[in-house]
C-alpha cells in the first residue's frame, strides 16, 4: 500500500467545507497527507481541522480565503510556504452550484439569466481555479518532486444538462425550471484549463488531471432521484464518498505516470 500512501504530503484544498470539499479533506488525511484547506467560513473551518487532525493524527490547518481574490491567494500562498517546506497537491474544488429548485420568477432559463450570476459563477469556478493554480499551482511546480493537480468538473462538463429532470407537469415550456448554463460552461472550462497544464508543467513532474462526477445524493427529492437513476447504468447517485479512491490514487505515486487525463466517475451516464 506504499503506492497509495500521502504521508508527509501537504495537499491543498479549496471549498474544503463544501459536500465534497470534506471528502477530499477526509481522503487526504486517511492515506497520511496533512490537508491545507480553504474556505470562507473560518470558524467552521478551525473546527474541521481540528477534527481531522485529531481523528486521523495529521497536520490539517485551514485558511480563511476568498479564491476569487487574487491578493487574498497571494497572501495566503507566502504563508503557506512559510508554514511548510514544500506543496504537493492542489485540489480545485470550490465551484458554484445553481440549485434548480431554488429559482424563482424563472431567471435560472438562458433567456432570463442575469449577468451577475454569471460573473459570479465564473469566477469562482474558473478565476478561482485559474488563480490558485497561479500562485499554488506554481509553488508544486518548485518542489523538486513535482507534484499533483486534480480540478474538479462533473459529468456536466462533458454533456449537457437533461432538462428533462426537471420539467413539471401542467407548466408552458417557457416557465419550466432549468439547469442554469454557467454550471456547464464552467465545468467545460475546467477541463480546458486541465489540458493546458497538463502540458505546461508537465516537464517538471507535475501532473494536472481533472475528474467528472455524476450527481451526489445529498438528500434530493425522491421525483428527481428516481428519474436520474434511470440515466444511470448503475442505477444510482453517487454516494459522497465515491470518490475517496480517486483522490488518493491521483495525489499518490501509485498515477506517476497519469496526465491530462479526464476521468469520468458517474456510474457510466456518459457512455448512454
Known sequence: ?????????????????????KEHVKAIASAGGNPIMLDIDN??????????????????IGFEVDIKDE??????????????????????NAANNPKVENNKNNFSRLENFPIELWDDDLNV???GSF???????????????????????SDLGLIAPNQSLYKEDGIKEESQKVKPIT??????GIIGLT?????????NNV?????CPGGVFNGQKKDFVEKISKMIPMGRMAKKEDLHGIIVFLLSDSSSYMNGSIISIDGGRVVW
Not at 5 to 21: E, F, Q, R
Not at 45 to 56: D, G, I, M, P, W
Not at 195 to 203: E, H, M, P
Open 207 to 211: 501532473r494536472s488531471n481533472v475528474i
Open 195 to 203: 489540458r493546458y497544464l497538463a502540458s505546461y508543467w508537465g516537464s
Open 43 to 60: 470558524q467552521s473551518l478551525q473546527e474541521f481541522s481540528q477534527y481531522v487532525s485529531k481523528k486521523y493524527n495529521v497536520n490539517s
Open 1 to 21: 500500500m506504499k503506492m497509495f500512501s500521502l504521508k508527509d504530503k501537504n495537499i491543498l484544498v479549496t471549498g474544503a467545507l463544501g459536500l465534497l470539499g
Open 131 to 153: 488563480l490558485c493554480c497561479k500562485y499554488y499551482g506554481y509553488l508544486i511546480s518548485k518542489n523538486p518532486n513535482g507534484g499533483s493537480i486534480i480540478n474538479v468538473s
Open 71 to 92: 491578493n487574498s491567494i497571494k497572501i495566503n500562498c507566502e504563508i503557506v510556504k512559510s508554514k511548510f517546506d514544500k506543496l504537493d497537491g492542489l485540489i480545485n
Open 125 to 127: 469556478s474558473l478565476r
Open 183 to 188: 454550471y456547464s460552461i464552467a465545468k467545460h
